[in-house]
């Protein structure tokens, strides 16, 4: 097979172009036949399973217990809540028909569980010592999607939704806080993606909430990603639900929800956070290969050299490193293309004269250091500090970029110029007209207000009322 | 609260009342708000997880490899393959309306995945270099349940289904048969069912199989429960959707497929297996709480009795125990009921004189050895003895109660006793006319042909014909 064949559109050439077909082409998914669903492949999955375990783990070492809900929700539920329905009918997959009749009553296919979750809550939670209840559920969920693009915006999507009842408002945001917190490590420590925590403004948060926290993250076209939000729900559901408790002096308190999630789009945000014109860049911590190793099998070396490779192998596996030696009866230099695609961080060269000399050749994924020479027998004792670096380089080049390309801005030209091609610090007036007027302008709207940025105020960087928020807002072309 | 509030109805005094009413009083499950429908609790879902872990683990070891392929699948492709639509039709639940329009075609949500995944393949696989595709994926799925009971037939459930593709029948074969090897381990080894592997007579096949092995498990009423399956489906999937691949000499030629599933069923299997007239009985492997430790607390020594509980349970989790401290505001013999129905293996009693004389009190679950004195200096050494004791204890007991009631018979008389309290192992005419028969007699069916048993044959135990099969089939009532 050709190069051109296996290629893809260069990043540079066409930015949507290059990720629509990379998705594809490095095995991570493929296009299910139901319109905007996905199929995740194996290599995509495996991403998938590796931040999961990393969620999982810091979910439950917080207190939170894992549960199932069903799939399958009386219309009804969605109708409780008047702003939630708003937000979700037009996106919902309904199931009027089952076992051969017509339902009495609809059931959607959940599109999020706050809804179910909520009646169970108010039929398990009646004192005070039933509380906080720390739920989480990892499941699908299906959201109609119009322009569906893989990961980023599919009919059908993988999550965890972690749902929480509480005594009241403080626990309840110091909730909300937290899983931010969890979500703002995975991202930053796993996915090498500097992610700004942010609160979103009013007119960006989830049908229902009273406060939504995101993780905005840069991806490297400067368009803004929101990797996962949490929300403080207020007594919104409990109120929709009943969710209430007897409280010590017996009298009866309407529960603080929260609610927040983490989904498969993350693995999109992987790849245009730290893909490049070859292809995908997979940081270590992530990758389902973080090495592969390549023998070079030339005539009667070549069962010399296989055998040191899964050797070597081995001894990498003993070291925890998931590792993988390709064999194939291809080329060397079609595999160095083949796993360069497919962004795996450190290639190993192993040939007959460097089985010789005791060596191998080291490329790292982005090839910025060339072909180094190592000893053969130290490397199970030193990739994984390769390793370690080349996760810390991603997300200190990630950051590089994503700060080069932020603007604090406060005339209109300067906002312009910074939301084409990345974000804008602005001052802003809070009103939903002014925010469509931007939109309608730039494409931009408002991602987020960065939690941890100093106070600022001023006119709106678009029509000179006065600023809302006490801070600057980020604006951004988004995904 | 009073123990009858909490009790459940005796197993000895009504078998099926027990489980329905403890399943629920345990906090394993709660009933869903859709018909059949079910929310398994923190409790239940942590048993899911524990089984899930060891099977994923084996999975992957085995060379499979997980992915996820969507929910929604096209109502024509289930009507490919003729005896697969005949046999899910009646249980689809039909999307007919998406994102506020009719749809143009319903979409079922996934009763299994068959299929879409065949569809897939049919796209992936080219060349025998392709072969063989070992996938596998863990979802929910949905099948419309008319007489629901929960784990054991619910309109939703929690699954993996392995899926795989190969070059030629042996080869698929093997594959069947080791996939029926991992869940006799699972079960046997974590489950501490002492599960049955067999054929399944042609009447009882998946509906699509060319064959189908189940391994078939014991309950404490005598009735029989498919704890798992795996079928060989032959060219049946591979000529619906087209799954061909170019052999080594460049022929086209149809892959052989086959499928497995494990499901949440599973939870329900070890409550009917294990439990008794106090409630649940856990295998250790499985429990979410291994052991649970009751501090004594009374007056001044409450806080020295605690502190010390703890130190014990952070003591047993260095050692990889799962272990709970019920420090709750209750009475101790409030907690030992409730410890007991929820089935938690070992329980450790610890008040002041216990500390004192540097001991604790520990009883099994089944409290068949009553109260042990125990050094409280050696219990994290001593505990994994017990509770791998008390895993190997359950298996065996469930084995001679197995034994005891399995009977091989001859005659039918003999036949319709064995199948009023347990299994008959009889030989069968293999007529369809003849099962019916039997199980309007006896509500006996045919389980499945025990893959180790010796050949036999002779007259069939109900309509002397000449037997089928070679063998003697287990005949049980089922869940």
Chains 1, 2 share one sequence.
Not at 85 to 99: R, S
Not at 296 to 312: C, K, P, T, W, Y
Not at 426 to 451: M, N, Q
Not at 469 to 475: E, P
Request: charged content about 25%; some cysteine.
């Amino acid at each position: 097979m050709a190069r051109d064949e296996r290629g893809v559109t260069a990043q540079s050439a066409d930015f949507s172009t290059w990720y629509n077909e990379l998705v594809i082409k490095a095995g991570l998914v493929d296009r299910g036949p139901a319109k905007g669903t996905m199929v995740i492949r194996p290599y995509g999955y495996r991403i998938w399973e590796l931040l999961q375990a990393e969620l999982d783990r810091r979910i439950k070492e917080t207190g939170h217990e894992n549960a199932y809900f069903p799939l399958l929700i009386p219309q009804s539920y969605l109708e409780r809540e008047a702003d939630h329905v708003e937000g979700f009918a037009p996106e919902l997959a309904v199931v009027t028909h089952a076992g051969g009749k017509e339902l009495e009553e609809p059931l959607v296919v959940r599109p999020t569980s706050e809804t179910i979750i909520g009646e169970m809550m108010a039929k398990w939670i009646s004192s005070h010592r039933d509380l906080p209840m720390l739920l989480n559920q990892w499941a699908n969920v299906v959201r109609w999607e119009m322009r569906p693009r893989m990961f980023l915006r599919t009919t059908e999507f993988l999550w965890q939704e972690g749902h929480t009842a509480h005594a009241d408002e403080p626990e309840a945001r110091a909730e909300m806080e937290l899983a931010l917190d969890i979500y703002t490590t995975a991202a930053r420590e796993f996915a090498a993606m500097p992610v700004v925590p942010g609160q979103k403004t009013p007119g960006e948060r989830f049908a229902g909430a009273v406060e939504t926290l995101t993780i905005e993250s840069m991806m490297r076209d400067g368009k803004a990603l929101q990797a996962g939000t949490s929300h403080y729900l207020g007594t919104n559901f409990a109120q929709a639900f009943d969710i209430r408790y007897a409280a010590a002096d017996g009298r009866e308190t309407l529960c603080h929800t929260t609610s927040w999630g983490m989904t498969t789009r993350m693995i999109g945000a992987i790849v245009l956070t730290h893909g490049d014109d070859r292809g995908l860049v997979l940081p270590p911590r992530l990758a389902p290969h973080q090495v592969v190793i390549v023998p070079i099998m030339r005539g009667d070396s070549a069962a010399a050299v296989l055998a040191a490779a899964e050797q070597l192998a081995q001894n990498l596996r003993a070291k925890g490193i998931r590792v993988h030696v390709d064999g194939r009866d291809q080329t060397p230099g079609w595999k160095f293309n083949e796993w360069e695609m497919r962004g795996v961080p450190l290639r190993v060269e192993l040939g007959p004269r460097d089985l010789a000399a005791g060596t191998a050749v080291l490329v790292r994924r982005l090839g910025d250091d060339g072909k180094q020479i190592a000893d053969l027998a130290t490397l199970p004792t030193t990739i994984p500090a390769i390793l370690d670096d080349f996760q810390t380089y991603l997300l200190a080049r990630a950051t590089s970029f994503r700060d080069e390309h932020t603007h604090e801005v406060d005339d209109w030209t300067s906002f312009e110029a910074a939301v084409a091609t990345g974000w804008a610090l602005a001052l802003h007036c809070g009103s939903p007209t002014c925010v469509d007027e931007i939109k309608a302008c730039t494409a931009a709207t408002p991602r987020c207000i960065p939690l941890t940025d100093t106070p600022d105020s001023g006119p709106c960087v678009h029509c000179s009322s006065p600023s809302a928020y006490g801070k600057r807002v980020i604006f951004s072309r988004a995904y």
